[in-house]
């Protein structure tokens, strides 16, 4: 235990302790930033398998960039789809309803 803590006063001493974040702490000792920190957390959390690929420097933050854009494009295509499908299953409904009053 007293070896641990020793280590992490020294982490502190050497990095600082100015906003005290662990993203920040981890982004010093790793020379990098807290966008990349950020970054990877959500690649472990929400891409497992790609994350050997990016610890071997084969998957690059640009790639994450890019299937989060995929991502993006494809919710918002099924958003759009469920959206015309909807509106399209109420004016159905409508028109066979005899007490509906347009």
């Given amino acids: 235990m007293v070896t641990s803590v020793k280590n992490f006063t020294h982490v502190e001493r050497s990095f600082g302790t100015d906003s005290g974040r ?6 010093r000792m790793f020379n990098t930033n807290t966008m990349y920190i950020h970054a990877a957390a959500r690649l ?8 050997e690929a990016a610890i071997a420097g084969e998957f690059t933050y640009a790639d994450f960039i890019k299937l989060k854009h ?33």
């Fill in 22 to 27: 662990a993203t920040d702490i981890v982004g």
């Fill in 44 to 51: 472990k959390v929400s891409y497992p398998e790609y994350m």
């Fill in 70 to 102: 995929d991502e993006r494009a494809t919710m918002q295509q099924v958003r759009d789809e469920l959206a015309s499908s909807e509106g399209a299953t109420v004016l159905e409904e409508l028109s066979n309803d005899t007490h509906a009053y347009c």
